[in-house]
């Protein structure tokens, strides 16, 4: 029996309601870093407390002390016990004597990073020797992601501007109500009302979505469950153990096998939830910054599943990266392929699998090309149905490592960085993409098969992330017309942390106001090296006109610096052409005119009637345009003269007659 068949029969009410009553036992807290039954409350102006708690006699809330007689801000509690942390402040939040209503979050001390790591307190912490590895069951002491150092800079699940990051792991299912992950809520959906709410062309998506049978209920599966725990699981909660970011929401995607049509619409899931946060900035969807999937095709190649390998640019296009796991094979995917960690999109980090002894796993795959780098993936403790914890091995566990990483350097971002991300989402995404990759531990395990030649260390990554960059110089910006293009181009220092430039233009000599310059592209930069940067962009014109350019230099921490401007007359020119002579007869000086649409070595030359060549009038390098060029004959005789001009594979000559 169908979906809909079970809705008509309203079944699917009944349940929804029975998931509803489940997840409202467990706390679905947008932030779980604070005191439960505790919120900090400001008022609008002086009340009597005693009044205003009386209100909330039905969930016990009591004064606990005045914070500030000044700001009229105060502290109560409330018995937290089967009640949902997030109602009770949004029920406060809406009470006419309440200003602003929020939880008592907790605060540690900034420690240096020599001087502590911020290790959780759950209980299995210290079987979790990818996180941090003291040597436990027969590892190399630091053979790990440095994580208790990272989460000495952040454990957020909220950027510097408010958003709550998410990320989509696309697997089997996972258990929805285990206690130690932290998954995401669709808040604008009213789940069994059999609606669209938020008009995201999803009914009832109120969980994540299940695109094998195209309805909204996630089934329960160890594979994803344990996925969903590497990248994300609740740390420092007193429970089980500990994921990668602490607080991120996990959003749970059901589609990870049986066909490409069902990864395609799994994926299509995420797209759309991130595209629509985009479109309505942040009112409707989700912030999701990454996606995972642990499955694909043996010895696939890109050629054959080219929806498949482009769904990771479009996603990229809307600030997504994707993190998949390469094959559990010891083979070299460059030669052999894999679907989809063989996909060449900038967008999809393939990851593979190491071991506590920081080497390669023996069964996981390589590439040089194609593998991006390794990551913790041999004997991962995790989540697990049901609400139990499990240890599991493959590039499976490895490739959540990364996912997770991702979203903690969301977390550890600051605000410039994070808005230069939301304002350009591709380039954005790809400046994380470059963090991760810059702060790898590399590992002679790695080197030689892998792009970065390392494993994952989040630490390193944080740390970059979350330190001002300095601007590069600008040494020059030149261009030259090919055809109906201008090509720009320009050389910077050998500063190391440029980003990109975003090109401008103006047409027609408007004033030179910010208000009168559209961009046009973006060119990012070459990441980190020791070498002078050269760059180019071409732009196509259609029109004969004034432009003048100007570059709006990015940097990794937001600042940006405009270079000098540069004005074209750009004349535009389709076709070769070489024009008779003025005047003609002539004596003794004319006028020749020619025009080239491309860029190009030149030569234009006089021959007598027996061919001898008796001028040279132009032979260098020019670029697309019209020209003019005059020719004395003074002391040549009258007669029958000839000439030719030459460019590329261009050939033209043309009669003229000297008369004296």
Not at 72 to 79: C, E, F, G, Q, T
Not at 444 to 454: E, F, W
Request: glycine residues 8%.
């Amino acid at each position: 029996m169908n979906y809909w068949e079970l809705v008509m029969k309203k079944i699917f009410t009944l349940f929804s309601l029975f998931i509803i009553f489940i997840l409202t036992s467990t706390s679905i807290a947008q932030d779980e870093n604070y005191i439960k039954g505790e919120l900090i409350v400001q008022f609008k102006e002086k009340i009597s407390i005693e009044s205003f708690i009386q209100n909330y006699m039905d969930i016990g809330m009591e004064n606990i002390r005045l914070l500030s007689d000044r700001m009229n801000i105060w502290l109560v509690n409330y018995n937290p016990d089967g009640k949902d942390d997030n109602e009770i402040r949004f029920r406060v939040s809406r009470d006419s004597q309440v200003n602003i209503v929020q939880f008592n979050h907790l605060v540690t001390l900034r420690n240096s990073f020599e001087e502590l790591a911020n290790f959780p307190d759950d209980p299995q912490f210290g079987n979790q020797w990818a996180l941090h590895n003291t040597g436990q069951s027969g590892g190399t002491e630091d053979a790990d992601i440095d994580a208790p150092e990272a989460w000495d800079i952040s454990t957020g699940g909220v950027t510097a501007l408010g958003d709550s990051i998410v990320v989509a792991i696309v697997d089997g299912g996972c258990q929805l109500n285990h206690p130690d992950i932290n998954y995401w809520y669709n808040w604008n959906e009213i789940p069994g009302n059999l609606i669209d709410d938020d008009g995201n062309g999803y009914v009832d998506d109120f969980r994540g979505w299940n695109a094998y049978n195209n309805n909204p209920i996630v089934p329960t599966d160890g594979h994803g469950t344990h996925v969903s725990g590497i990248s994300g699981a609740h740390g420092n909660n007193s429970i089980g153990v500990s994921g990668v970011n602490w607080n991120v929401k996990v959003m749970p995607i059901a589609g990870s096998s049986e066909d490409e049509a069902t990864v395609v619409a799994a994926y299509a899931y995420a797209l759309e939830l991130r595209a629509q946060y985009n479109e309505t900035n942040g009112t409707l969807g989700a912030f999701v910054v990454a996606t995972n999937s642990s499955f694909g095709v043996d010895y696939g190649q890109p050629e054959d599943y080219s929806i498949w390998c482009a769904m990771y640019d479009s996603l990229g296009m809307q600030g997504i990266l994707s993190c998949a796991a390469t094959a559990n094979l010891n083979i070299d995917i460059d030669i052999f392929g894999d679907i989809p960690t063989a996909c060449p999109s900038d967008y999809m980090i393939a990851v593979t699998n190491t071991n506590r002894n920081d080497q390669k796993n023996s069964d996981a795959a390589y590439g040089l090309t194609t593998i991006d780098l390794g990551a913790p993936g041999t004997s991962i403790l995790s989540t697990y149905p049901t609400s139990t914890y499990s240890t599991l091995t493959g590039t499976s566990m490895a490739t959540p490592m990364v996912t997770g990483a991702i979203a903690l350097l969301f977390a550890a971002a600051d605000s410039t960085r994070i808005g230069f991300y939301k304002s350009n989402p591709p380039a954005g995404a790809i400046m994380f993409r470059d963090v991760l990759f810059n702060g790898v531990d590399t590992l002679p395990s790695l080197q030689g098969i892998t792009v970065t030649g390392g494993r994952l260390n989040v630490f390193n990554a944080a740390v970059e992330i979350s330190n001002p960059i300095v601007p590069v110089e600008l040494i020059s910006f030149n261009y030259e017309v090919n055809g109906g293009n201008i090509v720009l181009s320009w050389i910077t220092s050998t500063e190391i942390n440029n980003y990109g430039f975003e090109i401008q233009r103006q047409v027609d000599n408007e004033r030179l106001t910010n208000g009168n310059w559209k961009e046009i592209g973006f060119i990012p930069g070459n990441g980190t090296t020791t070498e002078i940067n050269y760059y180019s962009f071409k732009d196509e014109i259609l029109n004969t006109g004034s432009y003048s350019y100007r570059l709006k230099q990015i940097d990794f921490d937001g600042t940006s610096n405009y270079s000098q401007t540069i004005a074209v007359n750009f004349e535009l020119v389709l076709k070769f052409s070489l024009e008779q002579n003025y005047p003609n007869p002539f004596n003794p000086s004319t006028t020749i005119k020619y025009q080239i649409p491309e860029s190009g070595f030149v030569t234009l030359k006089v021959y007598d009637i027996l061919g001898n060549e008796v001028a040279t009038l132009v032979s260098e390098f020019k670029s697309a345009g019209k020209y003019s060029t005059d020719f004395n004959a003074n002391r040549l005789s009258s007669g029958i003269y000839f000439y030719e001009l030459q460019s590329g594979s261009y050939s033209k000559i043309m009669k003229m007659i000297l008369m004296k």
